[in-house]
T-cell receptor, first 116, second 113 residues
């Protein structure tokens, strides 16, 4: 009974490199959410995806950040040309989006990105 | 805009009930109250949610006042493993923004031996 899986758990990148964060949702869940947690702060919503569709990316920076959730395979959060301010914990969550909107989001363990 | 207000920290003796309050005086009729917790840098863990009625599951009980302006999360027998930051979140059942969880600062619960 696997929960949400994220990899890598820790990622170190130099400034200017690309970071790719992967998220495999709970089996049967077709809705994925990405959140970012800066040091000593609460989680902030970034993007909500269904299979092959971005539903809401209002919390994601307009430049350098992108997300996808292909028909096959995990969801990917991509950060191009990373800067030190991107250092944070990135959490993925998934849900079934039950009818009526009362759904629970289940979170993965997170990927801790450090930009040097 | 903060939709919920929680005390920044609380202590609870091990084995006693932990009662965590949350004010949500501007809650609307179709908004749920959710509780999550985050144990030291781990991913947030879903605890419980409710709309109008009190709810209970294997982890906790949720008591919502009749006017729905406040609620209390009850951990019946707190253990050291319950030490965490607890987040009370108000979330719409439908419409724009209904799918995202808005985390505030939460309450840091320390369970003391």
């Amino acid at each position: 009974n696997a929960g949400v899986m994220q990899n890598p758990r820790h990622l170190v990148r130099r400034r200017g490199q690309e970071a790719r964060l992967r998220c495999s949702p709970v089996k049967g869940h077709s809705h994925v959410y990405w959140y970012r947690q800066l040091p000593e702060e609460g989680l902030k919503f970034m993007v909500y995806l269904q299979k092959e569709n971005i539903i809401d990316e209002s919390g994601m920076p307009k430049e350098r950040f992108s997300a996808e959730f292909p028909k096959e395979g995990p969801s990917i959060l991509r950060i191009q040309q990373v800067v030190r301010g991107d250092s944070a914990a990135y959490f993925c969550a998934s849900s079934t989006r039950l009818a009526g909107g009362s759904d629970e989001q289940y979170f993965g363990p997170g990927t801790r990105l450090t930009v040097t | 805009d903060a939709k919920t207000t929680q005390p920044p920290s609380m202590d609870c003796a091990e084995g006693r009930a932990a009662n965590l309050p949350c004010n949500h005086s501007t809650i609307s009729g179709n908004e749920y109250v959710y509780w999550y917790r985050q144990i030291h840098s781990q991913g947030p863990q879903y605890i419980i949610h409710g709309l109008k009625n009190n709810e209970t599951n294997e982890m906790a009980s949720l008591i919502i006042t009749e006017d729905r302006k406040s609620s209390t999360l009850i951990l019946p027998h707190a253990t050291l493993r319950d030490t965490a930051v607890y987040y009370c979140i108000v979330r719409s059942a439908s419409g724009a923004g209904s799918y995202q969880l808005t985390f505030g600062k939460g309450t840091k619960l320390s369970v003391i031996p």
